[in-house]
């Protein structure tokens, strides 16, 4: 039970963004922002989201090499801030 909106885990719907389907090895993975629907206020998770390769080479940006080779994600830093819903 999560205490919060009294909700268990299976009742709480969270999303957030996801790879498109060109990345060879990270299509569909979800990443930060998450927004996360409780019955009366909205849960944002945001966190600094790396995107890895072989050997731990790391992208910093969009490219090719990124979209072909990328095979990680690491989500570090997460803030938790509480939203009413109006």
Do not use: H
Not at 31 to 53: E, Q
């Amino acid at each position: 039970m999560l205490t919060a909106g009294a909700q268990d885990a299976d009742e709480v719907t969270c999303t957030g963004d996801q790879f498109p389907g060109q990345w060879n090895n990270l299509a569909g993975t979800t990443v930060a922002p998450y927004t996360c629907d409780f019955t009366d206020k909205w849960l944002l998770i945001d966190a600094s989201v790396v995107v890895t390769g072989p050997n731990g080479k790391t992208y910093d940006s969009i490219t090719p090499a990124a979209i072909e080779n990328a095979d990680a994600v690491i989500q570090r830093t997460p803030i938790w801030v509480w939203r009413a819903k109006k």
